[in-house]
């Protein structure tokens, strides 16, 4: 499930600005736009994402703790999703914008390489598409 969202952590709210992979999963959405956007461990802690670096989860959160939290337990396992990787495309005052993706793959390496495709592809787009 990839989205694009905006999270404001001055009052840790999120706004899901689009949102592609969820067949099924409209209540869950619903779900984390009223509640868990709260309880993110993730996005407590956005204000060290780089902007246009791409980073894993556990470069936030170790995965211990992340297994240990209410969101993880008591929805994004719920709904069979493990890890995720995302880039903050920019960041103003309290809010930051969230390109990311939730993934049932727990896999490290894997992930990681994912992660560095958004950062290539950033930088790509932020190049002014030369090339084209």
């Known amino acids: 499930m990839t989205s694009m969202l905006v999270h404001d952590r001055a009052d840790d709210s999120s706004a899901l600005g689009f949102v592609a992979g969820t067949a099924g999963r409209e209540a869950a959405l619903q779900q984390y736009e009223s509640y868990y956007c709260r309880?993110?461990?993730?996005?407590?802690?956005?204000?060290?994402m780089p902007v246009g670096h791409g980073i894993v989860?556990?470069?936030?959160?170790?995965?211990?703790?992340?297994?240990?939290s209410e969101y993880y337990y008591d929805y994004l396992h719920n709904e069979g999703l493990e890890s995720g990787f995302g880039l903050a495309l920019f960041k103003e005052k309290s809010q930051y914008f969230v390109l990311n993706t939730l993934t049932g793959d727990k896999d490290l390496d894997r992930n990681r390489d994912r992660a560095a495709q958004l950062t290539a592809v950033y930088r790509w787009s932020a190049s002014g598409l030369d090339g084209i």
């Open 57 to 68: 989860g556990e470069q936030l959160v170790s995965r211990a703790a992340f297994e240990n």
């Open 39 to 48: 309880l993110n461990p993730w996005m407590t802690r956005a204000e060290i």
